[in-house]
């Protein structure tokens, strides 16, 4: 079978490039793909190399994911998330293609301490969430067939990503501050390749599965904790640190052009339950990735 995936140089395309090639003839494209149009701008481009290829499935890891930048442009971010989305959607309606398409949590208020569940009504509060909401809702509208999987703190071994911000701060700064008062579950990129191969074989031949999921690790921390634990497994594999101490702070300490949620925690608990799997803690993805990182 064909599988198209769109953004296959993000964090999460990349690892998807591995976790798909197995189930078929993957097709991976970005916005600088030349045989066919990967840029998620060019409407017409993206809708077209859907009818010339007719996969089975379409994986769309492409987004316009900069929070901040998004409240300035704001109808770029509602291009990337929303409009071209539902482009997406109608077109593969009609090739007959499964969607499976990424969220996250900010589509949600960000208030609370209980873990989101599918069924909790969105209220965003940014407008990368609003804009990524707009992009669900097309989909559940034009292409019945499809999986969203909203999902949250994602990282990867490649690129920037929060662990190794902190390990470069604290090889060069005796002290940090880090926030503690936002929660969730920082969730790898590999985990979301891996769980998406799966799931998606199973719909294929499951339609009744088709949905919104959150994908996320199991478990719950801050970002102070977070921090604390990428430290602790430094100095255990011998990384000279130069950091001393590291202070709590409130997010309120470090103001942001997009409002950030307070609580990121998603209910895992229907993912694992439709497609019989075990989403691992936390620590045990950041554990791996770091482990890769020290080598």
């Keep these: 079978m064909d599988i198209l995936l769109l953004g296959k140089s993000g964090q999460v395309g990349w690892e998807l490039q591995r976790a798909l090639s197995p189930l078929g003839n993957l097709i991976s494209l970005d916005r600088h793909s030349t045989r066919y149009c990967g840029d998620l701008s060019n409407l017409e481009g993206i809708a077209d190399t859907i009818r010339r290829i007719k996969p089975a499935v379409i994986v769309n890891a492409a ?6 930048k998004a409240e300035a442009d704001t109808d770029h971010a509602y291009l990337l998330n929303a409009t071209s989305v539902e482009v997406i959607a109608k077109a593969a309606a009609a090739a007959d293609s499964l969607l499976v398409h990424y969220s996250t949590d900010y589509v949600f208020s960000g208030q609370g301490e209980k873990a989101w569940q599918e ?12 804009s990524k909401l707009k992009g669900e809702q097309a989909i559940q509208q034009y292409c019945p067939n499809h999986l969203i999987f909203r999902t ?3 990282y990867a071994a490649k690129g920037n990503n929060f ?15 880090v ?31 088709s949905g919104i999921y959150h994908l996320v690790a199991s478990g719950v921390t801050n970002w102070y904790e977070y921090a604390a634990l990428v430290f602790e497994k430094a100095r255990a594999a011998g990384i000279e640190l ?26 895992n608990t229907k993912f694992q339950q439709c497609f019989a799997l075990t989403l691992p803690a936390w620590e045990k993805g950041v554990e791996r990735m770091l482990a890769e990182l020290f080598v």
Aim: include cysteine.
């Design 163 to 177: 662990a190794k911000t902190m390990l470069t701060l604290a090889q060069t700064r005796q002290q940090l501050s």
């Design 63 to 68: 987004a316009y994911t900069a929070v901040d």
């Design 119 to 130: 069924t909790d009504i969105p209220d965003p509060l940014n407008v990368y969430g609003a």
């Design 242 to 267: 130069k950091l001393e101490s590291m202070n709590a702070i409130p997010a309120s300490a470090y103001p942001t052009p997009a409002k950030r949620p307070f609580n990121s925690r998603l209910d």
């Design 179 to 209: 926030i503690n008062d936002q929660f969730g579950a920082p969730t790898g990129a590999e985990l979301l390749a891996d769980c998406t191969a799966h799931a998606m074989v199973r719909t294929l031949s499951q339609p009744e599965l």
């Design 152 to 154: 949250s703190w994602v």
